[in-house]
């Protein structure tokens, strides 16, 4: 079983918007370094406005890998990513229909958008984090695959009891539903809003898959607040008691085949 990779997302917290999350480079920085301290391999950031100085800023001073979030902007908003080169884009397979705590976000992504983001991807040698919220998506997916337009490994994280049109059961059941339809080649990831986090990533972190924690998903533990570094410790304390290693950095970096 490959080390766990530990994604850290120290960004809004939709449904809790009151809890403080990092809104400069410099905040953003010291966040990654503590969050890598304690087992975090890939940190995923909302920098509108400021990718640039944000990449740089985390290249320089951590060597987590750094995956560009915001699916919901469009190519042109994004295109500093690619010209940055940043590790990784996180690209949703189909449309946004989110329902947070005083925004709704109705995007539509559709497959020739897609294909565009595939031909940047390589032009730009940049990776991409696909988003799967449904099955719908993983038919997307096979789409772009039977082009071949991507190159494997597909980096992929599953969502779950995320609200809106989007939603899907926060459950075990749907989460080994959704896993067996995933086509060879990818590389699991697993992020869950909502009380029922725990349970689904214990069952990631047993199955082999990878987890995603931070403010943006659930800022709680066990329903008290927590920091980013405090989500990303009890979870890798909880993947070690439980016989799995914590990926590093460069183990992770093997396992998405970045060129870094």
Known sequence: MNPLIVTVTPNISWLNPSV???????EFVEEAKKAEKAGAS????????????????LRKNTNMIIQCGMSSLSIKERMEVFTERADM?????????????????????????????AELFRKY???????VWHAGHIW???????????????FTT????????????????????RKKLMPSGSVINVSVMGDEQLKILTAAILLGDNVRVGTEDNPFIKGKLATNEELVSFIADLAKSLGRKIATSSEAAKVIRLNR
Do not use: C
């Open 42 to 57: 890939i940190i995923h950031i909302h920098a509108q406005g400021m990718w640039q100085e944000t990449i740089r800023q």
């Open 125 to 131: 040698n940049v990776r991409p984090e696909f988003e």
């Open 140 to 154: 997307n997916l096979n789409y772009l695959i039977n082009k071949k337009a991507l190159d494997p490994p597909y």
């Open 20 to 26: 403080s999350y990092p809104k400069t480079p410099e």
């Open 89 to 117: 884009i996180s690209v949703i397979l189909g449309h946004h229909d989110e329902a947070f705590v005083g925004q709704d976000f109705h995007v539509l992504h559709p497959r020739e958008e897609l294909l565009e983001y």
């Open 158 to 177: 599953l969502f779950f009891g995320w609200p809106g049109g989007n939603w899907s059961p926060p459950n075990i059941e749907e989460y080994i539903y």
